[in-house]
């Protein structure tokens, strides 16, 4: 008998997975990774040429609070124009029943795989600056990110900071941007996590620990601002 490795055994399954685009504009390239609710998978846009991300929720059996999850953060995300914040290109349900957005694909390094370079104290404080500002613009129009971490921020091979992953985003009821939330019952898609890192905790307590506000990690879900 031969064993197979790790990697074969990886793409295997990724084949074998590979999501029925029949009917959509898209074409499936390759897995990229997995999150809570779903997986993430470079696609053609063959309408505009163009590659995309494509997050699709993993089974259409899932629970509709799933479905709405993640095209609830599919519509905030939207809503959120900013440089700094992957643009949502497309939404909707799979021929299969699941459902799924498509974004921009980011090409990039993680912030945690980054700063592991040498790294001056005066570019980190850039970088710190331009993760600043698309929250600050997200605070503005009244959505919590809840799950700002290293690996949820890319750096471009430009240098441009992008902040990712928006599955746990909290709107504020005050907010410009009007959208209804389900309760608190998953995990947040930290897709781009490295194996062993912290996972973002289940029930009202989300977001990864370590990374919480002290009133977040509490459960204090209304003293969020």
């Known amino acids: ?11 295997l399954h990724s084949a074998l997975s590979l999501p029925d685009l029949a009917g959509t504009r898209y074409r499936a390239v390759r897995h990229l990774a997995r999150g809570g609710m779903g997986t993430v998978w470079l696609a053609q ?3 505009l040429g163009r590659k995309v991300a494509l997050k699709i929720l993993d089974s259409a059996a899932e629970s509709s609070e799933f479905a709405a999850r993640l095209l609830r953060e599919a519509s905030v995300v939207a809503r959120l124009e900013h440089p700094g914040i992957v643009p949502v290109h497309d939404a909707g349900v799979l021929p299969d029943g699941r459902a799924y957005y498509a974004m921009k694909y980011v090409e990039g390094t993680r ?3 980054f700063v592991q370079k040498t790294t001056p104290l005066s570019e980190r404080l850039r970088l ?9 613009f997200a605070h503005s129009k009244g959505v919590l990110h809840r799950d700002l971490k290293p690996e949820n921020i890319m750096i471009g091979g430009f240098g441009e900071v992008l902040v ?3 599955g746990t985003a909290k709107v504020m009821e005050t907010g410009g941007v009007a959208a209804s939330e389900p309760p608190d019952h998953s995990a947040s898609d930290s897709a781009r996590a490295p194996r ?3 996972t973002t905790a289940h029930g009202d307590i989300l977001g990864t620990p370590g990374y919480m506000s002290p009133e977040q990690a509490q459960g204090e879900v209304n003293a969020l601002d």
């Open 1 to 11: 008998m031969r064993w197979l490795s790790d990697p074969v055994v990886d793409r």
């Open 45 to 47: 846009d063959t309408v």
């Open 111 to 113: 912030l945690d795989q």
């Open 128 to 136: 710190f600056q331009r993760i600043a500002e698309p929250v600050a």
């Open 164 to 166: 990712l992953d928006w």
């Open 196 to 198: 062993g890192a912290p």
